[in-house]
């Protein structure tokens, strides 16, 4: 026998052996360094990178290392950037978490990162785009004033070169008088021109200009070398005049080439240099606004990328902030005729080349002060004026912002204190936030709030009083249901009670009456709760005193009707089948008083061949207070005899067996029982029992259970009928 729930819910878990002792996780601030560096990963792969690193130091400073050591250098190298990496990661973590702990932290975090950050952001990629469009520009102006520079020394050479094909005899005036107007139109000083004829033409050679670049060669003029063999033009590097103890400082020429005569079969060059000296650095300078520094010469092929030469000529650079950038020239070598690369290291001043700019736009826009007032001023104003609304802007947003989260959390922290005394108990603190807002209300409903807790604190105790006492009435319920195996000879009973609540209606009780005979009760009181478990313990004093005083079920259940019908209120009634197995005899005399059928299934050798049958005998329900109902009672209350023999399986139930009902409300039927009885039958009754509640389980699934299950099974093991003759049979069917 079992009195149980259904496996609805969950058993207590089992209580487990407590686990070793185990490290905090990595990210639990209380994890102290030790812990930190003994007890976890990353802090074990520090250690070991760290000792790793310190032992190849160590080695370094004996000798080179050996390639296997360079390779644990490396790893040890990465194993320590990660883990230092990772601590630092969780540092900045760690300090987010406890600055953070504030909500007025978070939102005035919150206004910088909306209202800051992105403004220092848009400042910054300003900044970035200035500075880039800054150095692309002061590269173009230098470039564009370079290029200006050796066009005008081409044409120089070209416009001589063409004069003098056609006529030779003014090759000197022509010379003269292009190096004349070079250095006084262009304002080129250095400039110098000179006339080259071939041998086979007998002319002399004419130069005219200081060729102070190349002074120390004797004639200080420019030899053509072999690879020359038509116009040339750029920038040229020879180091033909270079002392011998500075052997990596050549000279820089803007040099111009153009034959005289016909291109096969040339007269003459006209060789035009200008030097790329400190005064001519200086002219480009003025011309652009942007000032060249080192000068510095490597080849242009990947495998020798260091520079081979470097000159820093003109004045003192006027480096700024952003004001760097580096242009790049293809020059030639004038001994070899080798491409060369001449990287420019430029600086400027932004003032200086936004002036440089705005000086190329003749568009005035007015007076100011009977001054001309320039477009690029104009501008310039406009951008100082809106920079200084944009700041100002930005400032008052920012006050604005830490006043609003000022208010915002001033509220909070009333409501934290106020939160913090009535977790102390002291339900009397309230709330003082008169602002018109979300707050406001916030406050006013959590002074009413704790106006009501101490209300809901006592009903929480006086629902915990009425929890305790119906837990000690199911206790007493449980109490009153039969306890321990049923020693009957013969027969094998098992029982099952599981109320839906925590007290239930159902009850169900054995009687041994002696001589080989059991009285077997089950019965279902209406209603559920302490007063259904009220009236089944009355019910149980009751029929424990009337089955010693009558035999017949039907005198007993008469005679339970007439006492409950004076003591039942007039909404109660209860639902019974009692029955009395006499295993001498081999029978079972029943009667049924409105209660659910019973389930009879012969057994193999019974006489009575089939399967279950569905036994219900007429009868209405007990304590029913109505004018006549105790007669109707009397009236319509059957008792039926059945003969048993071994194998026999008989089944008591209550309604909430055969209604317990699944999650789309179809109940579980008496076809259906009828049919587990008849199928697994043979099983011992333990057995079936646990058959039945596994179907109704599987029946039910997730549905909740509206009723209590109360089922008793009865199996004839071995009936010891006295053997008498037939004389003896007689006599006893006369009587």
């Known amino acids: 026998m079992e009195s149980r729930r259904l496996a609805d819910t969950p058993p207590p878990a089992r209580r487990r052996a407590a686990p070793p002792s185990l490290p905090p996780p990595v990210d639990d601030p209380n994890r102290t360094i030790r812990d930190l560096l003994l007890r976890s990963w990353p802090g074990r792969l520090f250690i070991v990178a760290t000792a790793f690193k310190l032992v190849i130091a160590l080695v370094r400073l004996v000798g080179d290392l050996p390639v296997f050591l360079r390779a644990i250098n490396t790893a040890a190298t990465i194993g320590l950037t990660f883990s230092v990496l990772f601590f630092v990661t969780r540092l900045v973590f760690l300090v987010q978490r406890r600055f953070l702990c504030r909500v007025r932290r978070k939102l005035i975090l919150s206004y910088i990162f909306l209202g800051v950050v992105p403004s220092i952001l848009i400042l910054g990629f300003f900044l970035l785009g200035s500075t880039f469009v800054s150095w692309s520009v002061g590269a173009y102006l230098f470039h564009d004033g370079y290029?200006?520079?050796?066009?005008?020394?081409?044409?120089?050479?070209?416009?001589?070169?063409?004069?003098?094909?056609?006529t030779p005899r003014t090759t000197e005036e022509t010379i003269d008088r292009v190096q004349?107007?070079?250095?006084?139109?262009?304002?080129?000083?250095?400039?110098?021109?000179?006339?080259?004829?071939?041998?086979?033409?007998?002319?002399?050679?004419?130069?005219?200009?200081?060729?102070?670049?190349?002074?120390?060669?004797?004639?200080?003029?420019?030899?053509?070398?072999?690879?020359?063999?038509?116009?040339?033009?750029?920038?040229?590097?020879?180091?033909?005049?270079?002392?011998?103890?500075?052997?990596?400082?050549?000279?820089?020429?803007?040099?111009?080439?153009?034959?005289?005569?016909?291109?096969?079969?040339?007269?003459?060059?006209?060789?035009?240099?200008?030097?790329?000296?400190?005064?001519?650095?200086?002219?480009?300078?003025?011309?652009?606004?942007?000032?060249?520094?080192?000068?510095?010469?490597?080849?242009?092929?990947?495998?020798?990328?260091?520079?081979?030469?470097?000159?820093?000529?003109?004045?003192?650079?006027?480096?700024?902030?952003?004001?760097?950038?580096?242009?790049?020239?293809?020059?030639?070598?004038?001994?070899?005729?080798?491409?060369?690369?001449?990287?420019?290291?430029?600086?400027?001043?932004?003032?200086?080349?936004?002036?440089?700019?705005?000086?190329?736009?003749?568009?005035q826009v007015g007076d100011l002060q009977n001054g001309v007032v320039e477009w690029g001023d104009a501008i310039m104003f406009i951008l100082v004026i809106v920079a200084v609304l944009f700041l100002i802007i930005e400032l008052a947003a920012l006050v604005m912002g830490l006043a609003l989260a000022r208010s915002i959390t001033s509220s909070i922290h009333e409501l934290f204190m106020g939160t913090e005394r009535v977790r102390q108990g002291d339900f009397t603190h309230r709330i003082n936030i008169h602002t018109q807002d979300q707050l406001g209300e916030l406050a006013t409903s959590f002074n009413q709030m704790t106006g009501s807790i101490e209300n809901l604190l006592l009903t929480a105790a006086e629902k915990k009083r009425l929890e305790e006492e119906l837990r000690i009435a199911r206790q007493i319920q449980m109490s009153l249901l039969p306890r321990g195996p049923l020693d009957m000879p013969g027969l094998s009973v098992t029982a099952l009670c599981v109320p839906a609540r925590e007290v239930g209606g159902d009850y169900y009780d054995f009687f041994p009456l002696g001589d080989q005979?059991?009285?077997?009760?089950?019965?279902?009181?209406?209603?559920?709760?302490?007063?259904?478990?009220?009236?089944?313990?009355?019910?149980?004093?009751?029929?424990?005193?009337?089955?010693?005083?009558?035999?017949?079920?039907?005198?007993?259940?008469?005679?339970?009707?007439?006492?409950?019908?004076?003591?039942?209120?007039?909404?109660?009634?209860?639902?019974?089948?009692?029955?009395?197995?006499?295993?001498?005899?081999?029978?079972?005399?029943?009667?049924?008083?409105?209660?659910?059928?019973?389930?009879?299934?012969?057994?193999?050798?019974?006489?009575?061949?089939?399967?279950?049958?569905?036994?219900?005998p007429n009868g209405m329900v007990l304590g029913l207070r109505i004018d006549g109902a105790a007669a109707k009672f009397d009236?319509?209350?059957?008792?039926?005899?059945?003969?048993?023999?071994?194998?026999?399986?008989?089944?008591?139930?209550?309604?909430?067996?055969?209604?317990?009902?699944?999650?789309?409300?179809?109940?579980?039927?008496?076809?259906?029982?009828?049919?587990?009885?008849?199928?697994?039958?043979?099983?011992?009754?333990?057995?079936?029992?646990?058959?039945?509640?596994?179907?109704?389980?599987?029946?039910?699934?997730?549905?909740?259970?509206?009723?209590?299950?109360?089922?008793?099974?009865?199996k004839i093991e071995e009936l010891a009928r006295p053997v008498v003759d037939d004389r003896e049979l007689a006599q006893a069917v006369r009587r």
């Open 635 to 714: 009236e319509l209350l059957e008792e039926k005899r059945i003969q048993l023999d071994t194998g026999d399986v008989i089944v008591f139930y209550t309604d909430g067996i055969t209604e317990a009902m699944n999650t789309s409300s179809d109940l579980f039927g008496e076809s259906r029982l009828s049919q587990i009885v008849e199928e697994h039958g043979h099983l011992e009754s333990e057995e079936l029992r646990e058959r039945i509640l596994r179907e109704i389980e599987a029946f039910v699934g997730s549905a909740d259970q509206h009723d209590d299950m109360t089922m008793i099974l009865v």
């Open 180 to 363: 004349r107007n070079g250095s006084r139109s262009l304002s080129y000083p250095a400039l110098s021109v000179m006339f080259a004829p071939t041998p086979a033409t007998g002319r002399p050679m004419v130069s005219r200009g200081p060729w102070e670049h190349l002074r120390p060669l004797n004639p200080p003029l420019p030899t053509l070398p072999d690879w020359v063999k038509g116009q040339q033009k750029g920038l040229v590097v020879t180091t033909a005049v270079t002392p011998p103890d500075s052997p990596n400082e050549p000279e820089l020429i803007i040099r111009a080439v153009r034959p005289t005569g016909s291109a096969d079969a040339p007269t003459g060059w006209v060789v035009v240099d200008l030097p790329l000296d400190g005064a001519m650095l200086n002219l480009l300078y003025e011309r652009t606004g942007v000032k060249a520094g080192a000068v510095t010469l490597s080849r242009p092929d990947a495998s020798n990328p260091l520079p081979i030469a470097s000159t820093e000529p003109g004045r003192g650079s006027l480096f700024t902030m952003f004001g760097r950038t580096v242009t790049r020239f293809d020059a030639f070598d004038w001994e070899k005729g080798n491409v060369l690369r001449a990287s420019v290291a430029l600086s400027f001043k932004v003032s200086e080349l936004y002036t440089k700019l705005s000086q190329a736009q003749s568009l």
């Open 517 to 616: 005979r059991l009285g077997i009760l089950i019965a279902d009181v209406s209603g559920k709760g302490t007063s259904a478990a009220l009236y089944m313990a009355e019910l149980k004093g009751l029929v424990l005193s009337l089955s010693q005083i009558y035999q017949s079920p039907r005198q007993l259940l008469i005679e339970a009707n007439r006492i409950l019908s004076e003591n039942l209120d007039s909404r109660s009634f209860i639902t019974m089948t009692y029955a009395v197995i006499d295993v001498a005899m081999g029978e079972m005399t029943y009667s049924r008083a409105g209660h659910t059928p019973l389930i009879y299934l012969p057994g193999p050798s019974s006489p009575s061949k089939g399967g279950a049958q569905v036994l219900i």
């Open 147 to 166: 290029d200006d520079v050796t066009r005008n020394v081409e044409l120089m050479a070209e416009a001589a070169a063409l004069e003098i094909t056609r």
